[in-house]
């Protein structure tokens, strides 16, 4: 199970985290990723002076843009998966 948070607080959610949660929950209904991923909102990550949103997985805190959201979940979350599995 690979754990992901998305920070909703203040300085992330002006910065866009709600489109971040909405193209991972769009990801992980398009890879049927439901049992395999453990997906939640948090509040503040303690980063909030970077730009970006926080958004962490199993205990690794990213900053990302939205616009890259998909691109990160394919590239550290799905691979993330992937690794778990095998
Ligand atoms: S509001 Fe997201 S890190 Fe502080």
Do not use: P, W
């Amino acid at each position: 199970m690979v754990e992901i948070s998305v920070c909703i607080g203040t300085s992330c959610h002006v910065n866009g985290s709600y489109n971040v949660v909405q193209t991972f929950q769009q990801m992980i209904e398009e890879y049927s990723l439901h049992d395999k991923v453990d997906f939640k909102a948090y509040f503040c990550m303690k980063e909030c002076q970077k730009n970006g949103v926080s958004v962490s997985v199993d205990g690794t805190t990213y900053r990302i843009e939205t616009v890259e959201a998909g691109l990160f979940f394919k590239e550290t979350i799905l691979k993330r998966v992937i690794v778990n599995q095998s």
